[in-house]
């Protein structure tokens, strides 16, 4: 194994071992036990993490002297934001927002929105600001686990919450393919720059700050929704 091997497998194990997807409140949505109200809570308040993502996108193109890497990551922030052609995943999420019964004024305004996702949300941001090129990049590498949760997420709104109406899973099928290929950018880029020691420890430090960022996240959700 030559020590890029391990540095990868090193961002894998950070993955599998500390992911949102263990998270009780995700493993309930999958098993079909939230109800309702759980469920409005929890596209609501993640509407503001997506709303972050072109926000620290435009972040890290700054951060970029290479007109390669600016084109390339630039496709990120028209996913989000969609070209005028087709509707970016902002809009799928707020079609995902109406489909669980939620008001799109309401989802936009981020009226719903608890204090500690905000708190993490903005940590993201404001920690892509202050990290290198190489540790904001090697950040983004929660979507290498992003596709299996997506598909298993997709899968289990369709089977548990018939109630849902359609474009409820619009967003998560579109974004299995799109993280798929993100994520494989992301750590061909970080695994040719990432060559000493020092730099591999800063990326696997920042994967795992992002990886605590998520999961407060989802336990800020879990812990403030008051009915289901
Ligand atoms: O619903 C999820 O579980 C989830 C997780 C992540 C992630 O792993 O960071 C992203 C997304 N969704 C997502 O929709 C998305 O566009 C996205 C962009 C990024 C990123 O860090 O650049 N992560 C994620």
Not at 13 to 18: A, D, I
Not at 28 to 44: F, K, S
Not at 109 to 121: D, E, T
Request: glycine letters at 6%; a neutral charge; one cysteine or more.
């Amino acid at each position: 194994m030559t020590s890029s091997d391990a540095f990868v497998a090193r961002l894998r194990e950070v993955g599998e071992s500390r992911y949102h997807h263990r998270h009780p409140f995700h493993v309930a949505m999958h098993e079909g036990t939230l109800g309702p109200a759980q469920l409005r809570h929890w596209v609501a308040n993640r509407f503001y993490y997506q709303t972050r993502i072109p926000l620290k996108d435009a972040l890290i193109l700054a951060k970029s002297e290479s007109a390669e890497f600016r084109r390339t990551w630039l496709r990120r922030i028209r996913e989000q934001d969609g070209d005028g052609a087709s509707d970016g995943g902002l809009e799928l999420w707020l079609r995902l927002a109406e489909a669980v019964g939620l008001d799109r004024g309401e989802v936009i305004a981020h009226r719903r929105v608890v204090p500690g996702v905000r708190f993490a949300c903005d940590d993201y941001v404001s920690s892509v600001a202050r990290w290198s090129l190489l540790e904001a990049v090697a950040s983004s590498l929660t979507e290498c686990f992003a596709p299996d949760l997506m598909r298993a997420r997709a899968a289990a709104w369709e089977r548990h919450y018939p109630w849902i109406g359609p474009g409820g899973t619009a967003y998560f099928r579109a974004r299995i393919g799109a993280a798929r290929r993100d994520a494989d950018e992301a750590l061909s880029f970080v695994a040719a720059r990432a060559i000493t020691p020092e730099l591999q420890e800063q990326c696997v430090a920042a994967l795992e700050r992002k990886t605590d960022i998520l999961w407060h996240v989802v336990e800020s959700i879990a812990t403030t929704c008051e009915e289901t």
